[in-house]
């Protein structure tokens, strides 16, 4: 099958690749990038542990053609610490929190709260819970991801007002 | 002389051992997206594989073309019955004593069953070939009604046992009948209920579901030609049942085959047997000699590998008119499916069900149960729960229910003044098992009162007599339930799988510097053995947690064991791991006791150290005695510190639980929403509160997603309607509840340390408890067993059915 030529940019870096039209891009993101975080639970959409952040929106990977990512901007799980390796205020919540047990939808459930923190800095229980309503958890039963979540939203304000100040 | 220390608390705490909140050591990886799960594994040279499956539930295959799929770009081989034939696995064992299809032979006997396995380059020049394997079937007559699988004339399912009378566990009464099993004493029960002033009888359906984990199953097979050696990764709850049994299966011998489970996706009973993925991956790189991959996907998940439930029981109960308990009855219709692939102890066709006495103590019971054959995928797991203890549990507290209703006394007054007194444990139910401990009275007031049950009921009553009244078209149900399970399985007396005793192993080896490694026979699916079992050996060890690595899922390194699922990695491998830290303290202690020059008995355990009696300002840390042990041992003893222990429990665990749920129905549209749910466990020892709170969170999601709309539905052609996450019920963020947590403890006295086991709890007490609230809320109008999943439109029927929609 003929390929295409896609340029992306994936956690800051500019990426260039072949992929069949066909690929989906969790396909391409795991076996041509090597970027294994986000996951594969139902390849239909319903699950969300494919979830990736592209062009300032939370999107499915494993519905969405790699040809469809062209000229991008994507952030994976692996793109969310700082360059120094220190935590994003997700990660530290979700372990603080106790947000995880088997691992498997936490990279699209962290990549999913980061959009939804970016749109709504501090949101109430409820937003929270309708906004990761498209990511499954099949181990935490939901209550400590929105506990881990609320976590990060007030260490974020509080460095955001500190910076302000 | 040693320095003055810290205190003892302030040692203790350090350590991070039994009973803190530690946080877990494998979220580091985990929320930066660098766990390593089976599908991450990229091979050089790797090919992948893909199934064709069957369309049809039962139908007979006259011929298979596999030119077109060989054909496709990319394609390496094509294996079918045939080609599996050849090296004698186009049949496989199964852990209940059946046998199963690898691939279709001759016929299909189930929707999505294997038929062909494609190999290829990559998984799109796979699936590509999969759909171009040409199969013409021969359409034959289907059931999937449990009920009518052993009428007159009723479709053979197996053809190849259709004429045994023997099965793997006695007689068989049918073509389509797999086993009887039963227990207690028919006479007696039989007896009793002729003689009772109040019965009652209901046929109580756990209907079929599925575990579905987030990660499906998968594997990656390599076989090494020139060593003969085969490496296996894969999503393996129990990697060395899978290395024994891929071995009596492949005839390569057992130290030849490396079985390696690295992180695992949730399992919930999913990741317990083998599947036909793995065996013919394991063929496809024999025959390639290449590294192979199969990775199922989720619509093949929830239709073929591993259904749980599908339980029919017939269920009765005696009583007095001032509400004792005289006798349980139980008659269950099990459907097994094509094959009798369920995975239970070997002895135990119907698994440790003979728990429905529950909670209560029943002077008398008997239960029968008759595995059937159905056109309906293999399996029979326990999903989340110790074999077949969920369907128990359902089956006695919606029966405890219904008897309070016959009786009109408060469900609660009745289970309480049925419940087995603290006072006759060790006690001894009438179908055989010995509970270990329990204080069930004070769980079940500690419960009542936290959620100020009387006035619960109150409000119940005020609102049935508004709804009476027409001001309110809203009922109000409080469910209760109290559970008993029967996990840890188990003593070799009583269990084995294939005739390997199950007990569970864990080896231990400290360092020089003080730190350690501990391996074990169970493999963590997300219940964070990585930071458990550090916690017990720091406790016992009075070595740091931090210092501890807990390593599972390799078996060339771990220790024989037989995996994680029943809630059995804490009472048997925590046991193991525990008996373990004591072999190495003592040797420890011998150690001291020849540096600080005194007899071993004058020295005493002190948090992290041994101290001589009365002089404590004399000791010899652990982190010191791992030194010496490599340095200067006494004369005559064996340098090093490290341990081993097989560890055959005395007997199983008996955790248990009061739940209650108060549940809001709007009965126009079905629509029911919890209002609370409060969950008391009682699991003996506690080791991370912050785990175990998590353990619960999880389990009664499960439990809310059973009891609330999941179900693998088949239709009357045996087209399987439930097989997608848009079918399926995973309940989302949005309508799981909020859940209550709250515990006593009642150790175990025969488990080292006491520990009974949590993972389960919460789906084998939730189950009931949701049932019974929505239950309790229709029975004020007479109604009294409306089926789960009590999903809205089924919950709008029931109230239809009652005649509430005018």
């Known amino acids: ?165 | 002389m040693n320095a003055i220390t810290p205190s003892k608390e302030e040692r203790a705490e350090k350590l991070q051992g039994m009973g803190c909140r530690r946080k877990r050591v494998e979220d580091i990886r985990f929320v930066q997206g660098k766990g390593n799960y089976v599908d991450d594994l990229k091979l050089p040279n790797m090919l992948y594989g893909d199934f064709t499956r069957s369309p049809y539930a039962h139908a007979r295959i006259t011929k298979i073309d596999t030119t077109k799929a060989a054909a496709v770009p990319g394609v390496v081989a094509v294996l079918t019955a045939d080609v599996l034939k050849t090296v004698n696995l186009a049949w496989m064992p199964t852990l209940a004593g059946d046998v199963q299809m690898v691939l279709a032979d001759g016929k299909v006997l189930f929707q999505n069953q294997e038929v062909a396995f494609v190999i290829a380059e990559d998984r799109y020049a796979a699936a590509d070939a999969a759909e171009l394997v040409e199969v013409e079937y021969e359409a034959l007559p289907v059931n999937v009604d449990p009920l009518k699988a052993m009428a007159d004339g009723a479709p053979v399912i197996r053809e190849d046992i259709k004429d045994k009378k023997e099965g793997a566990h006695g007689p068989r009464k049918h073509y389509n009948h797999v086993f009887a099993w039963q227990s207690g004493d028919k006479a007696k029960t039989d007896a009793v209920f002729a003689k009772a002033d109040v019965t009652t009888k209901e046929l109580i359906v756990y209907p079929r579901v599925h575990p579905c984990p987030l990660e499906t199953c998968q594997c990656v097979a390599s076989f090494d030609k020139i060593k003969g050696e085969l490496t296996l990764w894969g999503t393996f709850q129990a990697p060395h049942v899978i290395r024994t049994v891929g071995s009596l299966i492949s005839k390569i011998p057992e130290h030849k085959i490396h079985v390696i489970a690295p992180d695992i996706g949730g399992g919930f009973g999913n990741k317990v047997g083998a599947y036909s993925g793995y065996i013919c991956s394991i063929v496809a790189s024999i025959v390639t000699g290449r590294p192979v991959k199969w990775v199922e996907d989720r619509i093949e998940n929830l239709s073929t590998t591993a259904f749980a439930r599908d339980f029919h029981m017939e269920t009765e109960i005696a009583a007095t008119k001032d509400g004792r308990v005289l006798g349980l009855r139980c008659y269950t219709i099990a459907d097994h499916g094509a094959f009798d692939a369920c995975a239970n102890a070997s002895k135990w066709p119907a698994g440790l069900f003979s728990i429905i006495t529950g909670s209560y103590d029943f002077p008398t019971a008997h239960v029968l149960v008759d595995g059937v054959y159905t056109n309906k995928a293999p399996g029979g797991v326990a999903y989340r729960c110790s074999f077949r203890v969920t369907e128990a549990a359902y089956a006695i507290e919606r029966a405890m229910d219904i008897m309070a209703q016959k009786l009109g006394m408060d469900p609660a007054e009745f289970r309480r003044k049925n419940l087995i007194k603290r006072e006759q444990f060790p006690y001894t139910s009438a179908l055989g098992w010995q509970y270990d401990s329990g204080d069930y009275h004070t769980a079940l007031d500690k419960a009542l009162d936290s959620v100020d049950y009387k006035a619960l009921r109150a409000e119940q009553k005020e609102r049935q007599a508004a709804f009476k009244r027409g001001e309110t078209r809203e009922v109000m149900g409080i469910g209760v339930a109290f559970f008993t399970e029967i996990v840890g399985a188990g003593p070799s007396r009583n269990c084995d799988i294939l005739g390997i005793a199950m007990f569970d192993s864990a080896e231990i080896r400290i360092h020089p510097t003080g730190t350690g490694i501990c391996r074990l026979g169970t493999k963590s699916q997300g219940q964070g053995h990585e930071t458990t079992y550090a916690q017990i050996i720091a406790t016992e060890l009075g070595l740091p947690a931090d210092n501890i690595a807990v390593e599972e899922g390799n078996t060339d390194t771990a220790p024989y064991g037989l995996g994680t699922y029943g809630s059995r990695s804490t009472p048997v491998s925590g046991a193991a791991t525990a008996m373990a830290c004591r072999k190495i303290k003592a040797k420890a202690q011998m150690i001291a006791a020849y540096m600080l020059e005194v007899h071993d008995d004058d020295l005493e355990w002190d948090v992290d150290r041994f101290r001589v009696k009365g002089n404590p300002e004399r000791f010899k840390t652990m982190t010191e005695l791992a030194w010496a042990a490599y340095h200067e041992v006494p004369p005559g003893m064996e340098p090093g510190l490290e341990a081993i222990n097989y560890y055959d429990p005395p007997n199983f665990t008996f955790p248990f639980g009061a739940y209650i749920c108060v549940i809001d129905i709007d009965v126009d549209t079905g629509v029911s929403k919890i209002r609370r749910f409060y969950a008391l466990d009682d699991c003996g020892t506690r080791i991370n509160p912050m785990i175990i709170e998590g353990q619960l969170h999880g389990g009664l999601t499960e439990a809310f997603g059973i009891a609330m709309g999941q179900e693998i539905r088949y239709d009357d052609d045996g087209n399987v309607m439930t097989a997608s996450l848009m079918d399926y019920f995973l309940p989302t963020a949005v309508e799981t509840p909020n859940w209550e947590t709250d515990y006593t403890v009642t150790p175990s006295p025969h488990h080292p340390i006491g520990a009974k086991g949590i993972g389960e709890s919460p789906n084998v007490g939730g189950v009931p408890a949701f049932s019974n609230a929505v239950n309790d809320a229709f029975a004020f109008l007479g109604s009294t067993h409306i089926a789960m999943p009590h999903d809205h439109w089924r919950t709008w029927a029931a109230a239809e059915k009652l005649g509430l929609h005018g």
């Open chain 1, 1 to 165: 099958m003929a390929k295409s030529h896609v340029t992306m940019t994936v956690n800051g870096k500019t990426v260039e690749a072949l992929v069949e039209p066909r690929t989906l891009l969790i396909h391409f993101l795991r076996e041509q990038l090597n970027l294994t975080g986000p996951h594969i639970g139902c390849e239909t959409s319903h699950c969300g542990a494919c979830t990736v952040d592209l062009n300032g929106r939370s999107v499915k990977s494993c519905t969405v053609f790699a040809v469809q990512a062209e000229g991008g901007d994507l952030r994976t799980i692996e793109g969310m610490a700082a360059a120094d390796g220190t935590l994003h205020a997700l990660q530290e919540g979700f372990r603080e929190m106790h947000g995880l047990q088997c691992g498997f939808c936490t990279p699209g459930m962290i990549t999913r709260a980061y959009r939804l923190l970016q749109e709504n800095p501090s949101p109430s229980e409820e937003e929270i819970r309708f906004g990761i309503a498209g990511n499954l958890c099949r181990c935490t039963g939901y209550q400590n991801i929105v506990k881990a979540i609320q976590y990060a939203a007030d260490k974020l304000s509080g460095a955001a007002k500190e910076a302000a100040e």
